[in-house]
């Protein structure tokens, strides 16, 4: 067998394939051997009834002997040596009886031992198969990840030319700034040197008033886009609108995810107290800067003794923006308050936060334009102070070079500006009082709110407290519910376990009995077998008594007793077997009465445990049938606060949208008339500095983007080859594997082949010896039989002429 099979020649997985090869060598052995007995099994038995074909003839002919020798009783040796025979027979029928049964559970084991076996070869086919497809499963994966990243380089690429064309449009500005600072440079370079002369006074004055009307158009055009901007807010709170609408329409679906709702919730929360945080930071920056101011003042107080006037009432403004702000803090207070309160009904009160965030939205923006305000005034402050001290300066120029005409004029244009500087002073007074008293009103009105959404809130709360109580006491009379059908179905389990345990028992005790069965007819046929030869004693007796009458030596006798002790003991013996059969029969009936009392109590105790199973599931049925009518309650209840507060949240919000308008229009008034000539300048310089800052920013930016990219782009193209020899190597391996099963697959085919051919020529070759010796002992044992009857039959022609003799004597 070893000899015949070949050996693999796979590198990669020598030693598991000498395993399996090993293992299919072992297999082959097990059913060699299995079909070696088998074929023994069937051997034995055909000789075994060959055997018992020539027991029944050596009885018959013992018979027959034994009929003659009753005619002829001087014979008895002859007769006790066939009896010796036919006793060593039967003895050589139960020792091969007994070697077939241990032949039997052997081979039985051995089959046992095969299935294993292949059920182990099984499984190790299939694990093949599943790493096979794994393997494949993982090929896919490489491609899929190798496509994406290929799409995420292209992407890439083309974000480098967006940037370089952003680049290239940067320059070109850049460009066109530098172009105007050098005319703007070159203008002003003209302007300080045509001071001198009254035309050149005039044509500067007109030069500015074009750039003062061309700054205006540009703040239309500012004004322009944020009202665009304010229309697309507006577009965006529609869309949020319908937005939550549909929220409401799929609540009832979204009602299991309320806790990861809740989360994001707070994380918004805490993003908003982030915001007013930062807003009052704002708030305290401003405050410094207008300490400062304050400190500029007292400085600018020799420069500003002609403007004393405008400085009180720009003192009144801004204790009238304190005041405002103090209302602004108290505000954000309300609002962190109201906050602290949705915290607590964040699960079924979303409606009255998202009323009470866009409040604080719109109060947000209206300190925005607050702020925006202030700065305006600040401006124009500046504005003034900055235009007295140019004003001073020209006067003092205008003292060495021109005449009295000349100053009066300059002095009266001069008065002009002072008036209409004081007339902006008034104008921006009465915006400041106009939104002081909105902001109040407003103020009010959001109190008012938040009165009857306190109450609400906290009512909702209660309620909520109770809900969860419900809610989690039915939760764990749910789980004590699932807890006792998980133990009841172990316990069906294992019932329903023991319960085919008994069946099997059953069948084996069933086959146990057929072959109780068995035995006792078998004790039935050797009980009339041993009649019958208790008979043949009986029968044999007579004549024997005749002879010992007539003449018997003391050996004859002496063999007589070894007859009948025989007897006696094989009659114990059969006793003795027929006390051990009853005593077996009567333990299985036992066993059988016990193990179906077994089954009525389990059956007993599996209808108890079904009952209480379905008592438990119209239990469970109830409590659902509650808690889905608590549920529908409490979502009715939570539409009709969401019904109401929309309304409230509908007519605030009109209101807030007439406001802001109102603040809109007053807001283009005062940037309709913001700047002057002389920021233009500033204006102009810091433009320059922040366009090199950005330009430099710019250009580090598109620095660290590009190594970036560029290292992205080597680590994919890293990625890829890897993924791409990973695929290859899979694939080869894939391919070797197979090309070596379908070799080693013909290999053990053929080899296989050449041990079942090996195996069946030793099998014919065994079974050709064992028939030629059987057949050699059966015709030896058929030439002795004959041979001893010749003699029996010529020792009883020689008795005969002997006794004639005998008897003419007498006579």
């Known amino acids: 067998m070893d000899s015949n099979l070949p050996v693999s020649l796979f590198k990669n997985n020598s030693n598991e394939m000498q395993i399996i090869n090993d ?31 020539t027991i029944d003839q050596f009885e018959k002919s013992t018979k027959e002997s034994l009929l003659e020798y009753e005619n002829q009783p001087r014979h008895e040796n002859e007769l006790c040596r066939l009896r010796n025979e036919l006793i060593s027979k039967n003895n050589e029928i139960e020792t091969l009886t007994r070697m077939l049964n241990d032949e039997k559970q052997k081979i039985n084991v051995l089959q046992n031992d095969y299935q294993k076996k292949l059920q182990i070869c099984e499984a190790e086919k299939e694990r093949a198969i599943m790493t096979k497809n794994q393997t494949h499963e993982l090929l896919i994966e490489s491609k899929t990840q190798l496509s994406n990243l290929h799409n995420h380089t292209e992407e890439l690429k083309h974000k480098i030319v967006s940037i370089e064309a952003q680049n290239s449009n940067l320059t070109i500005e850049l460009q066109q700034t530098k172009t105007m600072l050098a005319d703007l440079q070159h203008k002003h370079f003209n302007l300080d040197i045509s001071h001198k002369t009254n035309i050149k006074l005039d044509n500067n004055i007109k030069q500015l008033q074009e750039k003062y009307n061309a700054q205006v158009e540009i703040m ?29 329409r799929i609540r009832e679906g979204l009602f299991t995810e309320k806790t990861d709702i809740i989360n994001e919730l707070t994380d918004k929360l805490e993003d908003q107290q982030n915001e007013i945080q930062k807003i009052s930071y704002l708030s305290q920056r401003v405050m410094k800067l207008e300490h400062k101011n304050k400190v500029l003042g007292t400085q600018n107080e020799d420069l500003e003794m002609r403007n004393l006037e405008l400085l009180t009432e720009l003192n009144s403004m801004k204790s009238e923006l304190s005041r405002t702000k103090v209302l602004q803090d108290e505000q954000t207070k309300d609002i962190k308050m109201a906050n602290e309160c949705n915290l607590v009904n964040k699960e079924q009160n979303q409606g009255p936060k998202k009323k009470i965030n866009q409040n604080s939205d719109c109060l947000r923006i209206m300190e ?52 209409y500087t004081l007339k902006d002073c008034e104008r921006v007074k009465s915006l400041y009082i106009t939104t002081y008293e909105d902001k109040q009103a407003l103020l009010k009105e959001l109190q008012n709110l938040k009165n009857p959404t306190k109450d609400e809130i906290t009512k909702s709360c209660i309620n909520c407290k109770k809900n969860n109580s419900i809610n989690k006491n039915i939760k764990s009379d749910l789980f004590d519910l699932k807890s006792l059908t998980n133990d009841y179905s172990r316990e069906i389990e294992s019932l329903r376990q023991h319960q085919k345990e008994n069946e099997i028992l059953i069948e084996d005790l069933k086959r146990k009995i057929a072959l109780q069965d068995y035995h006792d007819d078998l004790i039935v046929q050797l009980k009339k077998k041993a009649d019958q030869f208790e008979q043949f004693i009986n029968i044999t007796k007579v004549p024997l008594e005749v002879v010992e009458n007539s003449t018997q030596t003391n050996d004859s006798l002496s063999e007589m007793s070894l007859l009948q002790v025989m007897a006696k003991k094989y009659a114990i013996e059969l006793k003795t077997t027929e006390k051990s059969y009853k005593d077996k029969i009567q333990n299985h009936e036992n066993l059988q009465a016990s193990l179906k009392q077994e089954l009525q109590d389990l059956n007993e105790h599996l209808k108890i445990k079904n009952n209480e199973i379905e008592t438990l599931k119209c239990i469970i049925l109830k409590e659902r049938v509650k808690i889905k009518e608590v549920i529908i309650e409490k979502e009715k209840e939570a539409k009709n606060l969401l019904d109401h507060q929309t309304q409230i949240l509908q007519h605030y919000q009109k209101k807030i949208l007439d406001l802001v308008q109102e603040l809109n229009d007053k807001s283009d008034l005062i940037n309709a008339e913001r700047e002057s000539v002389i920021l233009l300048q500033k204006q102009l310089v810091d433009i320059k500095l922040a366009f090199s800052k950005r330009e430099a920013v710019l250009l580090e930016n598109i620095e660290s983007k590009d190594l970036e990219n560029n290292n992205n782009f080597l680590q994919l193209k890293e990625k890829y080859q890897c993924a791409k020899r990973t695929a290859q190597n899979y694939k080869t391996y894939s391919e070797e594997k197979e090309k070596h099963m379908v070799k080693e697959y013909t290999r053990l085919k053929e080899g296989y082949k050449e041990a079942v051919k090996n195996l069946e020529d ?10 030629e010796k059987y057949n050699k002992r059966l015709h030896d044992v058929k030439m002795e039989y004959l041979e001893k009857l010749k003699e029996f039959k010529s020792t009883e022609e020689i008795s005969s002429p002997c006794r004639s003799n005998d008897k003419c004597k007498d006579i």
């Open 23 to 53: 293992e299919i060598d072992e297999e082959e052995e097990n059913e060699d051997q299995l079909r070696r007995h088998n074929e023994l099994v069937a051997n034995l038995e055909k000789y075994l009834q060959i055997d018992d074909d």
């Open 220 to 248: 239309q055009n500012q004004i322009d886009g944020l009202s665009s901007k304010l229309d697309d807010k507006e577009h965006i709170v529609k869309k949020l609108e319908q937005r939550c609408n549909e929220l409401e």
């Open 762 to 771: 030793k099998l014919a070759g065994l079974l050709k010896e064992n028939e």
């Open 368 to 419: 925005n334009e607050a702020t925006l305000i202030e700065e305006d005034f600040r401006k124009m402050q500046q504005r003034l102070v900055e235009r007295l001290k140019n004003l001073e300066e020209e006067e003092l120029k205008m003292r060495g070079s021109h005449d009295q005409s000349i100053e009066k004029s300059l002095i009266t244009h001069l008065k002009n500006e002072l008036a």
